[in-house]
């Protein structure tokens, strides 16, 4: 089983379109966990990152289920820039600073 | 500009040779991590630095890459004797201390024929 697993997609929403993206992690010992940004053939960029109680930025809210170890992010009123790739990335333990990022989920948003 | 530099930006290179990549990170980031991506994944960490020390390296590396941070500044990755499997997007990215975001680079994409 991968260390950090998601849905590659593509997912294909119109415009205005609310999607979520769940991503699964295998290390019950996980500390940190982020959503980062990566557009095609650019370097990805950090989106947000989740805590336990969750968190909400504008139209981006993401969200930690510890129990069933998934983290979760939801972009509410899609637009034509949040076409990206969605990378979900898990720090494992703490005392490293070694970072697992899983394959991202393509996300299209189409006019 | 002061954000994370890479160079050279790409390279190509015949199987066999040797190939090296700096990276310069943001002033003050204290920590410097390399990763290595292929099409359609994600990032694959290779290795971090906390200064000049390098902390971590993945199992997954063979002996023929080598990265160093003689000065806790920039960092260079060598590959020996590189192969086809070795061609690759090689990201560079650094973090301030106590922070975990982490600052990408652009990037060095290596073709290896």
């Known amino acids: 089983r991968k260390e950090v697993e998601q849905d590659p997609g593509p997912f294909n929403v119109p415009e205005g379109a609310t999607v979520a993206f769940n991503c699964t992690y295998s290390?019950?010992?996980?500390?940190?966990f982020f959503w980062y940004r990566q557009d095609c053939r650019k370097e990805p960029k950090l989106l947000m990152s989740v805590y336990s109680s969750g968190n909400e930025d504008g139209r981006f809210t993401a969200q930690l289920n510890r129990a069933s170890q998934y983290i979760s992010l939801l972009i509410r009123d899609s637009k034509l820039s949040d076409s990206a790739t969605y990378l979900c990335?898990?720090?494992?333990?703490?005392?490293?600073?070694?970072?697992?990022f899983g394959t991202g989920t393509r996300l299209k948003v189409l006019a | 500009d002061t954000g994370v530099s890479q160079n050279p930006r790409h390279k190509i290179t015949k199987r066999g040779q040797n190939v090296t990549f700096r990276c310069d990170p943001i002033?003050?980031?204290?920590?410097l991590y390399w990763y290595r991506q292929t099409l359609g994944q994600g990032p694959e960490f290779l290795t971090y630095?906390?200064?000049?020390?390098?902390?971590?390296k993945s199992r997954l590396l063979s002996d023929r890459f080598s990265a160093e941070r003689p000065k806790g500044s920039f960092s260079t990755l060598e590959i020996q004797r590189t192969e086809q499997g070795d061609s690759a997007m090689y990201l560079c990215a650094s973090s301030l201390p106590g922070r975990e975001t982490q600052y990408f680079g652009p990037g060095t994409r290596l073709l290896v024929l």
């Open positions: 990335v898990v720090s494992p333990q703490t005392g490293t600073y070694k970072y697992i």
């Open positions: 290390n019950s010992a996980s500390q940190s």
């Open positions: 630095f906390q200064n000049e020390a390098q902390l971590e």
């Open positions: 002033s003050e980031h204290n920590r």
